[in-house]
């Protein structure tokens, strides 16, 4: 095979380039998950294409409109509730479920302990 020299640097640079580029968020692994997920796991996959459980699957959850992944069945209030996942609905969500969504059909007191709420909210963000 013959390889020009003009032909051999391109080859070079753009293998330097390609090795530099920065990674965009969209390739990053998600976070560990906390050892504080391990209630929320009983009922809530996590895995990209798993099937819901008793609750819905979590995967890519920031961003997504409340009650709206399709094939679970949610209750009135979290369909009509309006809410957009993002930091703060899901910390005021997970610390108290109950009273951010009146009816909601989740069985779940809520997270009280600031760390172990923002080890879990970080997590979920970090599933895309």
Not at 47 to 67: D, T
Not at 103 to 114: E, H, R, S, W
Not at 117 to 125: E, Q
């Amino acid at each position: 095979m013959t390889v020009t020299v003009r032909a051999a640097k391109f080859m070079i640079l753009a293998g330097a380039g390609a090795a530099l580029m920065p990674l965009t968020p969209a390739a990053a692994a998600p976070l560990p998950r906390p050892a504080q997920f391990a209630m929320c796991g009983v009922c809530h996959k996590t895995g990209a294409g798993e099937p819901s459980g008793i609750g819905p699957n979590l995967w890519q959850v920031g961003g997504r409109k409340a009650g709206t992944l399709a094939g679970f069945n949610y209750s009135p209030a979290m369909k009509a509730s309006n809410l957009t996942w993002n930091k703060d609905t899901l910390s005021k969500y997970i610390a108290a479920p109950a009273q951010t969504v009146p009816g909601n059909k989740m069985a779940y007191a809520g997270q009280k302990d600031p760390k172990a709420l923002a080890a879990i909210v970080d997590y979920l963000l970090s599933l895309k």
